[in-house]
């Protein structure tokens, strides 16, 4: 007889709680967000951001784990909001280099804001201590991950679509 566990931490897989909890976190940050427009690709913009004035298409896809396919759709969305340029490496025709336009340097302190505002919310009942062990054990588990056999896996997180009226 097979006994019925009391809860999801007893059956489901560590992996999926995460991903429950980081579409979570991202349809909160996006609500956060909404007056920017833009309703993905944050931590796309801030890799670009924080990596220097030009940065390469491929350095941002290894740093955030994105596949060749994904980070071309990914770009082609910032592209089409005028939030990033891309232009061929001229030392290095193969590559291409991203830069932030205007309007989304000036959009990076309201991202920035939004997510301490966020995570002061998520974190709140934790005491300094708590946070500090919070943050070793997620760089631990990625350092064990790292060091694991693993296939390549595409995960995407965006809004789902709402439906209108007409399409109903």
């Given at each position: 007889m097979t006994r019925v566990k009391d809860t999801?931490?007893?059956?489901m897989p560590l992996g999926t709680t995460m991903a429950l909890i980081a579409k979570q976190y991202f349809g909160v940050l996006t609500?956060?967000?909404?007056?920017?427009?833009?309703d993905r690709y944050y931590s796309v913009l801030l890799a670009i951001h924080y990596s220097g004035i030009q940065v390469s298409q491929q350095c941002i896809a290894n740093k955030l784990m994105i596949d060749k396919a994904s980070m071309v759709r990914i770009l082609d969305y910032l592209l089409k909001l005028e939030l990033i340029t891309k232009e061929i490496n001229p030392e290095n025709r193969r590559?291409?280099?991203l830069s932030l336009t205007p309007k989304s340097i000036k959009l990076i302190p309201e991202i920035e804001a939004a997510i301490t505002s966020l995570h002061k919310q998520l974190l709140k009942g934790l005491n300094n201590d708590e946070k500090l062990l919070f943050h070793s054990v997620l760089e631990k588990m990625m350092v064990s991950l790292n060091?694991?056999?693993?296939?390549?896996?595409?995960?995407?997180i965006k809004p789902i679509k709402k439906i209108s009226k007409h399409e109903k």
């Open positions: 999801t931490k007893d059956w609500n956060k967000l909404e007056s920017t427009k833009i590559e291409y280099q060091s694991l056999p693993s296939n390549n896996y595409s995960v995407e």
